[in-house]
């Protein structure tokens, strides 16, 4: 596609409940990146994927925090049992090799309530 | 661990004045520096980026110049203008020797508005 594509852009859950953020990528970029922004702790890292594995995890902040990515393409970051702490924008970003310019998404606002 | 510092906002400057935003980071080895923008209602794009010590990056009047011995990547711009309101990030990417690619490790932000 023409840039970072990231479903949906808003959503609204009811603490407890789990969410799938969706990640759509440029076509043929290898590399995708999570992101969290949130109110007082700034752009945080989540994950890491190069094809369909994920080197770098480090950045989950808990086990109710998980990504896949299938097909060297599509992510999906799914958040279990949501916390009001979870609030945030979750911003993907992918690039074309390993270690180049990485273009973001627009986010996926999350409110938990 | 690698960490960015930036100033804290808001800055708040008229049309035409003088823009700096002071940048310093920890990081292991050599890492590359950027400075990552984010308009009201629109994502993160990439404003300019240095890989190597004395590199200057620029981009629509702003400019960065890496600094090693003060681990520095100040932004500047000689005369902003009200369509520079905006979110500024500064980053740096170790390159992949920690295992995560190009991953970003990103300052707080520092917001700008600049009025006529």
């Known amino acids: 596609g023409a840039g970072v594509s990231q479903s949906p852009s808003n959503k609204v859950t009811e603490k407890g409940k789990d969410v799938e953020l969706r990640c759509d990528p440029i076509?043929?970029?290898?590399?995708l990146y999570w992101y969290r922004q949130s109110l007082g702790q700034g752009l945080e890292f989540l994950i890491y994927?190069?094809?369909?594995?994920?080197?770098?995890k480090s950045g989950l902040p808990s086990d109710r925090f998980s990504a896949e990515r299938t097909g060297g393409s599509v992510s999906t970051l799914t958040i279990q049992r949501t916390q009001q702490e979870d609030s945030a924008v979750y911003l993907c970003?992918?690039?074309?090799?390993?270690?180049?310019?990485?273009?973001f998404g627009q986010g996926t606002r999350l409110t938990v309530v | 661990g690698n960490s960015v510092t930036q100033m804290e906002g808001p800055v708040t400057l008229s049309e035409e004045a003088f823009l700096t935003i002071n940048c310093t980071y920890t990081?292991?080895?050599?890492?590359?520096l950027f400075w990552y923008v984010q308009y009201p209602g629109e994502g993160l794009q990439l404003l300019l980026k240095?890989?190597?010590?004395?590199d200057k990056g620029s981009n629509k009047g702003f400019e960065a110049t890496y600094r090693k011995e003060t681990t520095s990547f100040h932004l500047e711009k000689g005369s902003v203008q009200v369509s520079d309101s905006a979110v500024y990030f500064c980053?740096?990417?170790?390159?992949?020797?920690?295992?995560?690619?190009?991953?970003?490790?990103f300052g707080t932000g520092t917001q700008l508005k600049v009025e006529l």
């Open positions: 970003a992918s690039s074309s090799q390993e270690n180049t310019e990485a273009f």
């Open positions: 076509s043929g970029h290898t590399a």
């Open positions: 994927f190069q094809g369909n594995s994920a080197p770098d």
């Open positions: 990081a292991t080895g050599y890492p590359s």
């Open positions: 240095a890989t190597k010590a004395d």
């Open positions: 980053a740096l990417s170790d390159r992949g020797l920690t295992g995560g690619g190009n991953k970003l490790t």
